[in-house]
């Protein structure tokens, strides 16, 4: 398939690798692809709408606060695939918490923005380097897929497998109020309780 993944920080390469290894075509989006950093990259990166023209999958791997701007670089979305990493997280007194609380989601805020777009989430609730090694956990890792469209969910679907993730449908879009949350729970492993970046949740089934 031919991807376009807005954003090359550790999400964007971390897809970069693991859809590249698994035989896809992918382009990286960036605001400024001459910038230092991006010098030697493979694949180097490009503009977000250059990226995106002839996509057959955009993937925003952008930080929330800049993902309304990113989406209106992309030009008439109606009809194409969206998968949405991002996380709305912020940090105050209380801790970490969804900037946007927990009845609506980034993920169905992207489809606001998106106009017209099939919008799935996923790839959210682990962390970049997972993204990039999934197929080297004895235990398939899960990665859930929330999104609307029935008919592009199975190719959102082998795409997440392709990753070696256990890709499992999660329902509508409106339950990326549930995926965003769960990111939350896996940062705050990471963070609070020390157990460092190389886990990831699996759905296990009894007997
Ligand atoms: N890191 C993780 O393990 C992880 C896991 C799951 C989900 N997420 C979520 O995934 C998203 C990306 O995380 P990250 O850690 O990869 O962030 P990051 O390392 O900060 O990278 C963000 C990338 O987005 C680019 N960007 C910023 N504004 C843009 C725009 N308007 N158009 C196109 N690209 C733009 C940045 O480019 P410049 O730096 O050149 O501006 C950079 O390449 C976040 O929403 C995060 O919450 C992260």
Known sequence: MRIAIIGAGAVGQALAQGWSTAGHTVKLGVPDPKAAKYQGLRP??????????????????????KTEAAIGGLGNLAGRIVIDCTNPLTRGAQGMSLEIGHSVSAGKRVAQWAKGASVFKTLNHTGADNMANAARFKVKPAMFVAGDDAAKK??????????????????????????????????????????????????????
């Open 44 to 65: 180097q990166p490009t503009t977000p709408a250059a990226a995106a023209a002839d996509a057959e999958a955009i993937v925003l791997a952008t930080p929330w606060p």
């Open 154 to 207: 199975p190719a959102v679907l082998k795409l997440v497998s392709d990753l070696g993730f256990d890709a499992i449908d999660a329902g509508p879009l409106s339950n990326a109020r549930l995926l965003e949350p769960l990111a939350m729970l896996w940062i705050d492993q990471v963070f609070a309780r020390g157990r460092g970046r190389d886990f990831a949740f699996a759905l296990v089934k009894r007997g």
